[in-house]
């Protein structure tokens, strides 16, 4: 069990650093390196850290990855942003710590554990989408709002922690809806950030492609009406693209709000927030051409990515 563990957590290192270093690639010359001699430095430790990752050391302890991965992140924090405020530089990689063992998860390295989500670093500085999604918005809507689900889902999963300590469930649904609307609000955030890429955009390729194709007939027709039904939402919400593990095929989901009139047990892939603090302070009203701009940037590797990790899943077709 500890074994697997480990591997779970080096798999998710592994990706990270791809992820990192491939933007870090894309957005060369506009981070804050004080020369390309440090440049080259700090792209040779990811890549080194990334090779001790696959070459699996029993040597090194779930303490040692995250100390290592935390100080990477640290100096790539700095590059995006020069001057970070305490808050905007909180630990964000998953917590190995295993003391306090019913709040950090037992024994488990990457169990999150109860009340102790955190905000995922963004793979790529504020500014990147640029021009299709402002700077201001990124950094308002990652660092305040999503920060704002975060932490209203992490007192949600504390008070209903006390409630069971208690034996007291006088207040177990005004919880469960917190929790339900703040935590469907953090992890569809946290694939947004990750399924849009600076040097995204154009046509998907691989499997996802080859998905699309199957279960919308083509490329084109997946767009439209995957764009119709994120510019159609009903006030707030998100436009999904899902694996359905029962129906063995792709889905397009509305979603109200975060958690309300969509489909469960499905997987998500690609998402798009449609709130108004997604575009309205670069697009005001207009929906409509936040949606079309926004294929711009998105990833299809990160797409194609979750669709193969997903497509595995497969329950007895009804």
Not at 53 to 82: C, F, G, H, M, V
Not at 103 to 111: Q, V
Not at 240 to 263: C, D, F, G, M, T
Not at 290 to 312: I, L, P
Request: charged share 30%; net charge negative.
């Amino acid at each position: 069990m500890v074994e697997q563990t480990q591997q779970n957590y080096r798999s998710y290192l592994i990706n990270w650093c791809d992820t990192v270093y491939q933007n870090s690639q894309q957005l060369k010359g506009s981070l804050n390196f004080p020369s390309e001699e440090k440049e080259q430095e700090w792209g040779n430790k990811i890549q080194q850290f990334k090779r001790s990752l696959e070459e699996e050391s029993r040597d090194e302890t779930l303490d040692d990855l995250y100390q290592t991965a935390q100080n990477l992140y640290d100096e790539w924090e700095l590059l995006l942003n020069p001057s970070p405020s305490r808050e905007e530089r909180e630990e964000k990689l998953p917590d190995a710590d295993n003391d306090d063992q019913q709040l950090r998860g037992e024994n488990s390295g990457t169990k999150v554990g109860i009340g102790k989500h955190k905000l995922p670093p963004l793979p790529y500085a504020y500014n990147a989408l640029e021009p299709y999604i402002s700077e201001e918005i990124m950094r308002l809507h990652h660092l305040k709002h999503h920060q704002k689900y975060v932490d209203g889902l992490n007192e949600a999963e504390r008070q209903m922690l006390q409630a069971r300590k208690k034996n007291d469930y006088k207040l177990i649904t005004h919880w469960e809806r917190e929790a339900a609307f703040n935590g469907a609000g953090h992890y569809l955030h946290t694939i947004f950030w990750e399924i849009m890429s600076p040097k995204g955009g154009g046509v998907p390729s691989g499997k996802i492609k080859q998905a699309i194709d199957e279960s919308f007939g083509s490329f084109e027709k997946f767009k439209k009406h995957f764009s119709e039904a994120a510019k159609n939402v009903e006030g707030v919400g998100w436009a999904i693209l899902v694996w359905s593990p029962r129906a063995h095929r792709l889905e397009i989901l509305q979603a109200e709000k975060h958690q309300n009139l969509s489909q469960w047990d499905v997987v998500p892939l690609l998402v798009l927030d449609v709130w108004e603090h997604a575009y309205y302070l670069q697009y005001k009203n207009n929906r409509d051409q936040y949606v079309d701009n926004w294929w711009n940037v998105v990833n299809w590797d990160a797409v194609d990515r979750r669709y193969r990790e997903a497509e595995k899943l497969r329950w007895k077709p009804y």
